[in-house]
């Protein structure tokens, strides 16, 4: 089993920044791909950013520029800057690992709320 643990969710204005943060723990091995999604009210979740296998980075179109992933590989820790958030950056995020076999984990997500 793995735990995956997020935080730093908030309220902030518009143009705001916040920081989130996902520990990974457990049966970590092989990771395949780690990194953010969200689900804003009433919509399906999507892609924020992840990292691949390789070491590479994905990011939704939309949010290049304002969203960069990070991690700390001896901590099992990726992270999720978030600069100049707009209101339609509202939305639960949730941190996604999935492993090498195919087993795939989801945290329990962060809510994230952007006031105009």
């Known amino acids: 089993q793995v735990q995956l643990v997020e935080s730093g969710g908030g309220l902030v204005q518009a143009g705001g920044s916040l920081r989130l943060s996902c520990a990974a723990s457990?049966?970590?091995?092989?990771?395949?791909?780690m990194g953010w999604y969200r689900q804003a009210p009433g919509k399906q979740r999507e892609l924020v950013a992840i990292?691949?296998?390789?070491?590479?980075?994905v990011y939704a179109d939309s949010l290049k520029g304002r969203f960069t992933i990070s991690r700390d590989n001896a901590k099992n820790t990726v992270y999720l800057q978030m600069n100049s958030l707009e209101p339609e950056d509202t939305a639960v995020y949730y941190c996604?690992?999935?492993?090498?076999?195919?087993?795939?984990?989801w945290g329990k997500g962060t809510l994230v709320s952007v006031s105009s």
């Open positions: 996604h690992l999935k492993r090498g076999d195919g087993m795939g984990y």
């Open positions: 457990g049966s970590i091995f092989s990771i395949n791909i």
């Open positions: 990292f691949t296998s390789v070491g590479s980075t």
